[in-house]
């Protein structure tokens, strides 16, 4: 008998890629609204209509869609994380991936397209954008069932997002899951995942902060393996 996969469960912004996409991306077309989104602004029970308001200033910025685009495909990867991915692909026998993120499925896809990774996920968990008449991006409003967690409030709720998938893929064809993530709306994951996980927190960010918390000691039930490049992770899933 095969031995069994493990899946792959990939955070994007400042996982996958470096930076934070969005913010970053006001940071150099927009620097007007950097202080905005550190005050009143930032209203946390609209996290969708914060983001279009991001865009929709940027527009009115004269900021064009191209020159966003242009942004996003010459994003740099997280180090290492480019021979990460051409390691994952000529192990495809060993591994499946997919990406669970609050960005948004136009946006993910520039950056997977600009870095030729597409092909080494089976799915991408995110929300919904389209461009609209004025060929601007626009977020779409997501299911509020995926925001009904206190734990993720006011990002989208991952650990609900993979419940979703579950239903539609067998999770007892993993030998285990094992995330990648930065953030504090990758705690909620973190958090469901069993003794056989593992969870590989960006170190230094907030994620690894509340993992090694002293209250978080019994919450979560993964190893944990803190990750600073791709090298440190291929190192890991070699032992696999």
């Known amino acids: 008998m095969s031995k069994k996969k493990s899946m792959l469960v990939f955070d994007m912004d400042q996982t996958i890629v470096d930076l934070d996409t969005e913010f970053s991306c006001v940071e150099k077309y927009a620097p007007d609204l950097v202080k905005e989104m550190n005050g009143d602004l930032y209203v946390k029970d609209h996290w969708i209509e914060f983001n279009n308001y ?47 993120t609050g960005n948004n499925d136009i946006v993910v896809n520039i950056v997977l397209e600009s870095h030729k990774i597409k092909d080494c996920f089976k799915k991408v968990l995110c929300n919904k954008s389209y461009l609209d008449k004025e060929n601007y991006i626009k977020i779409e409003p997501v299911n ?34 094992i995330y990648f993530g930065d953030g504090g709306n990758d705690l909620c994951l973190s958090k469901k995942l069993a003794e056989r996980d593992f969870v590989f927190p960006r170190k230094n960010y907030k994620l690894y902060k509340l993992l090694f918390n002293e209250n978080m000691k019994n919450e979560v039930k993964a190893k944990i393996f803190p990750w600073e490049n791709g090298k440190e992770i291929i190192d890991i899933l070699k032992t696999l």
């Open 144 to 177: 509020e069932k995926y925001e009904h967690c206190k734990d993720c409030s006011p990002f989208l709720c991952k650990s609900l997002f993979m419940e979703d998938f579950w239903k539609e893929n067998n999770k007892d064809e993993y030998e285990r899951i």
């Open 54 to 100: 991001l865009y929709e200033r940027m527009k009115k910025n004269n900021v064009t869609w191209e020159e966003i685009v242009k942004y996003f495909q010459e994003m740099k990867l997280s180090p290492n994380f480019e021979d990460l991915f051409n390691y994952i692909r000529k192990n495809s026998s060993k591994f499946d991936c997919i990406i669970v």
